[in-house]
């Protein structure tokens, strides 16, 4: 298998007030543009560190804004020209449906029941007139199907979380708990994940 050397995008306003924003195309903030230069410049060092030239690696992002502009802000870190990467409707964020721009708040106090019945099974219960992480596994497992080379992919959190799944690396449940962070490199690579990190932004 390939080493795939993932990155959630960078932070925008909704993610700051706890709304969700699913396939809404909601801007990087500042700090989130931060993050993706920093990520670039943490994924340049990792590289460099492999033995690993940047051009020689593919570049694939969701095609929501937010991910794109990551993703170039990421390529221009590493001196790449910022638009030559590929887009894949497969890396995209689950849809929240009725629920996007909701804080989990909001979510409960609009439909309790369906709120509820998430919260006791979020892998599989789809948010109102949304998706659910189980509807989205097969398009992450196909992509991962369809990767033949080492790939900088820039995604979501639940395009992160599905991934750990698809790779057998954590279950359901256990994919689910905890944050994926910005700014990060998640390098999965030999059948294992090695989260970099580097200073907070």
């Known amino acids: 298998?390939?080493?795939?050397?993932?990155?959630?995008?960078?932070?925008?306003?909704?993610?700051?007030?706890?709304?969700f924003q699913g396939t809404q195309d909601i801007p990087l903030n500042d700090k989130g543009r931060l993050q993706a230069v920093a990520a670039g410049g943490r994924l340049g060092q990792l590289l460099a560190k492999e033995g690993h030239d940047p051009a020689s690696l593919a570049y694939v992002a969701s095609p929501l804004g937010r991910a794109r502009v990551t993703m170039e802000l990421l390529r221009g870190a590493m001196s790449l020209p910022p638009p030559d990467y590929a887009v894949d409707e497969r890396l995209r964020e689950i849809t929240y449906g009725a629920w996007e721009g909701f804080?989990?708040?909001?979510?409960?106090?609009?439909?309790?029941?369906?709120?509820?019945?998430?919260?006791?099974?979020?892998?599989?219960?789809?948010?109102?007139?949304g998706e659910s992480y189980a509807s989205r596994l097969p398009f992450i497992a196909d992509w991962l199907n369809s990767v033949t080379a080492d790939t900088v992919a820039v995604g979501h959190v639940g395009t992160c979380r599905t991934l750990l799944v698809a790779l057998g690396l954590k279950t359901p449940a256990e994919a689910l708990e905890g944050p994926i962070l910005q700014g990060a490199v998640y390098e999965f690579k030999d059948g294992g994940l090695t989260i970099f990190q580097g200073e907070a932004v």
């Open 103 to 129: 804080t989990l708040k909001e979510m409960e106090h609009s439909d309790a029941e369906v709120y509820a019945a998430r919260h006791a099974d979020r892998w599989n219960v789809a948010p109102l007139r």
């Open 1 to 19: 298998m390939p080493t795939i050397y993932y990155i959630r995008h960078g932070e925008t306003d909704w993610n700051a007030s706890g709304r």
